[in-house]
């Protein structure tokens, strides 16, 4: 049972973002990468590099403290 969805999401998609980093040695997700298990694994990273500005600075120190995230992937 969870009561916060949204949060048991967030907390999901880390855990991937987790693994993948761990994994791939960098957080460069491309943006059609689904897991395995068929988790959208690169809509949930692009979802987060575009809410920076809304998203909790717990969030985004979370983020930042995993090797290799980078807000803005692309190269400009």
């Not at 967030?10 to 040695?25: D, F, L, N, P």
């Not at 460069?28 to 987060?48: A, H």
């Amino acid at each position: 049972w969870v009561w916060n969805v949204n949060e048991e999401q967030w907390e999901r998609g880390y855990a991937y973002m987790v693994e993948y980093s761990k994994k791939e040695g960098n957080c460069l997700v491309p943006v059609n990468k689904i897991t395995e298990d068929g988790y959208t694994l690169g809509r949930w990273v692009n979802k987060q590099r575009t809410r920076k500005k809304t998203m909790s600075k717990d969030r985004q120190k979370r983020l930042e403290d995993i090797s290799g995230w980078v807000w803005a992937a692309r190269k400009k």
